[in-house]
T-cell receptor
Framework: DGGITQSPKYLFRKEGQNVTLSCEQNLNHDAMYWYRQDPGQGLRLIYYSQIVNDFQKGDIAEGYSVSREKKESFPLTVTSAQKNPTAFYLC????????????????FGDGTRLSIL | AQKITQTQPGMFVQEKEAVTLDCTYDTSDPSYGLFWYKQPSSGEMIFLIYQGSYDQQNATEGRYSLNFQKARKSANLVISASQLGDSAMYFCAMREDNQGGKLIFGQGTELSVKP
């Protein structure tokens, strides 16, 4: 079955440590996205990528980094510079829009819950 | 300024009744799409329904329909015949088509269905 796999499901970070969240998709989607969700809040965009080896900052990119070396993979690193990393992280992918509006939604993984030790 | 506003933090509905979840949006882009997602307590985001800015008719998907009023910039979700399994967070989101496919989310509405 096609879908998006995020791992791990739960992750704990120690002070000063970088951690990496995995996101893999087999939907052949060009675009991939990382969102952060705080309790009782909506999703906020961290980074997104429309093509391999290219990515753009979202609204809350500080303290995070990404790479897009393969179409299927878009890992997110939460660096020690991110002082409040405790949140639920969701990865999504979609077909890339060209021209007119598309009804294709973003598909989401099951998320990673990150906590501070 | 908020681009997506959901003014109802929480809603209650009796099982088998209909419920409307409000969403207003703000954009100057003439081409955009509006999405509704459901997020159960387990956390996954489930796509429910889509409305494009150029669509002439309101979208419907099974028990879900979208009351799209373009001039008022509102895209309210209507759930008919509520079921206990509909209890979840519901998010309205907008994609402006000149912004690379990014979604902008509202704060969400928590729906509780009473038996």
């Amino acid at each position: 079955d096609g879908g998006i796999t995020q791992s791990p499901k739960y992750l704990f970070r120690k002070e000063g440590q970088n951690v990496t969240l995995s996101c893999e998709q087999n939907l052949n989607h060009d675009a991939m996205y990382w969102y952060r969700q705080d309790p009782g809040q909506g999703l906020r965009l961290i980074y997104y990528s429309q093509i391999v080896n290219d990515f753009q900052k979202g609204d809350i990119a500080e303290g995070y980094s990404v790479s897009r070396e393969k179409k299927e993979s878009f890992p997110l690193t939460v660096t020690s510079a991110q002082k409040n990393p405790t949140a639920f992280y969701l990865c999504a992918s979609s077909t890339l829009l060209k021209g007119t509006t598309s009804n294709q939604p973003q598909h989401f993984g099951d998320g990673t819950r990150l906590s501070i030790l | 300024a908020q681009k997506i506003t959901q003014t109802q933090p929480g809603m209650f509905v009796q099982e088998k009744e209909a419920v409307t979840l409000d969403c207003t949006y703000d954009t100057s882009d003439p081409s955009y799409g509006l999405f509704w997602y459901k997020q159960p307590s387990s956390g996954e985001m489930i796509f429910l329904i889509y409305q494009g800015s150029y669509d002439q008719q309101n979208a419907t998907e099974g028990r879900y329909s979208l009351n799209f009023q373009k001039a008022r910039k509102s895209a309210n979700l209507v759930i008919s015949a509520s079921q206990l399994g509909d209890s979840a967070m519901y998010f309205c989101a907008m994609r402006e088509d000149n912004q690379g496919g990014k979604l902008i989310f509202g704060q969400g509405t928590e729906l509780s269905v009473k038996p």
